[in-house]
């Protein structure tokens, strides 16, 4: 048995192409104490078949010199493998008995429910230096620009607080889950989290970032196992998918934002997509997280911040909580004009583009 802190890493690339990070970054399956068992990692994985999964095994203490795993077979997975009913387990290889339920059945499970975890982000808040030389990292939206920039760095954690997983799927089988728009040419899931800025007035910074990380169970609430990789993606019922601070384009890029009061906010199937079986999650309400910062900046142009208490709760025009509605350039909410006359001159002039 370990007596010190262990991880462990699975990946399911080639070993010349397996990058390793501190983080689970770049695993496709990963646990450090997030597992239930402690400080002792445990991965629980549904690996499909055929497909070599690479083994790594870390630790967090120096006194650890040598490290016993076990690789234990929990059997095949047993569900209902009719797509058509409610209770429809997409990873199941073995029929259950009577366990599908026809949808309309009053004891189908009511669905999955996505929400931001509002502590991990506020206790991981940090603010650092990177030094960026991919020329994708500004396209993408990951950075303002290239070289060195200062960047506000957070954990992002989504909860599936629901009855039901919210089922993603790999980009082979549920395509419609994905996009390969972007400049690496990857496929990422669409609606994982975006990173949003407000100033005081509610108007959106153009620093913010969609994330289109895989979505996997890092870890599970006690009761509750995780199944999900980045090649067969979800969130369990009672799991989560985490992404630290230390993970590369987790963060905003603050290095041209002017001083003042701001509200950081993480949202995440912010479109109120339903999962790739077609199921809606309970609430829409709660895909959110949100802290409020000060940033302030010293003689030489270097920016610091500080978390501002009581946190306003900023609705757009529309009346929605941190929706992408703005007042366009006429005055009209959610409008698409870039000229206006504001200020009711008859003319479009400096003064309108000021206000």
């Known amino acids: 048995m370990n007596t010190c802190d262990t991880k462990i890493w699975l990946y399911d690339m080639a070993c010349g192409q397996v990058n390793p990070q501190p983080g689970i970054e770049g695993a496709t399956f990963g646990d450090d104490n997030g597992g239930n068992?402690?400080?002792?990692?445990?991965?629980?994985?549904?690996?499909?078949?055929?497909?070599?999964?690479?083994?790594?095994?870390?630790?967090?203490?120096?006194?650890?010199?040598?490290?016993?795993?076990?690789?234990?077979?929990?059997?095949?997975?047993?569900?209902?493998?009719?797509?058509?009913?409610?209770?429809?387990?997409?990873?199941?290889?073995?029929?259950c008995a009577n366990c599908c339920l026809a949808q309309g059945d009053p004891a189908c499970p009511n669905g999955p429910d996505l929400t931001l975890n509002q502590a991990a982000l506020q206790s991981s808040l940090n603010l650092q230096t990177v030094n960026i030389t991919d020329a994708c990292a500004p396209v993408e939206g990951c950075t303002k620009g290239l070289g060195q920039r200062y960047v506000l760095r957070f954990t992002t954690?989504?909860?599936?607080?629901?009855?039901?997983?919210?089922?993603?799927?790999?980009?082979?089988?549920?395509?419609?889950?994905?996009?390969?728009?972007?400049?690496?040419?990857?496929?990422?899931?669409q609606g994982y989290a975006d990173y949003v800025l407000f100033d005081q007035d509610g108007t959106k910074i153009p620093v913010?970032?969609?994330?289109?990380?895989?979505?996997?169970?890092?870890?599970?609430?006690?009761?509750?196992?995780?199944?999900?990789?980045?090649?067969?993606?979800?969130?369990?019922?009672?799991?989560?998918?985490?992404?630290?601070?230390?993970?590369?384009?987790?963060?905003?890029d603050i290095t041209d934002v002017p001083a003042g009061t701001y509200t950081l906010v993480l949202r995440t199937n912010w479109q109120h997509t339903p999962d790739a079986l077609g199921r809606h999650e309970m609430d829409?309400?709660?895909?959110?997280?949100q802290v409020c910062i000060q940033i302030t900046r010293n003689l030489q142009n270097v920016p610091s911040f500080s978390v501002v208490t009581n946190c306003p709760v900023y609705t757009d025009c529309l009346g929605q909580v941190y929706g992408d509605a703005q007042i366009d350039c006429t005055g009209q909410c959610?409008?698409?004009?870039?000229?206006?006359?504001?200020?009711?001159?008859t003319f479009q002039t400096q003064p309108d583009a000021q206000e």
């Open 37 to 95: 068992c402690g400080l002792q990692a445990v991965v629980n994985a549904n690996m499909p078949a055929g497909v070599t999964h690479h083994l790594r095994l870390g630790t967090n203490s120096s006194s650890c010199t040598a490290i016993t795993f076990q690789i234990i077979y929990n059997g095949p997975v047993v569900g209902c493998m009719d797509p058509a009913a409610c209770t429809y387990e997409p990873l199941a290889t073995v029929p």
């Open 334 to 345: 959610a409008g698409t004009a870039k000229t206006g006359d504001l200020n009711n001159d």
């Open 208 to 252: 913010g970032f969609k994330n289109g990380f895989c979505v996997i169970d890092v870890g599970c609430t006690p009761g509750h196992t995780g199944q999900y990789g980045c090649s067969n993606m979800g969130i369990t019922a009672g799991c989560y998918d985490a992404y630290g601070s230390g993970t590369t384009c987790n963060w905003i």
């Open 157 to 189: 954690r989504i909860d599936n607080i629901g009855t039901t997983d919210y089922y993603i799927g790999s980009p082979s089988s549920q395509p419609q889950m994905f996009s390969t728009n972007n400049c690496h040419g990857h496929a990422h899931y």
């Open 284 to 289: 829409y309400s709660n895909n959110y997280a």
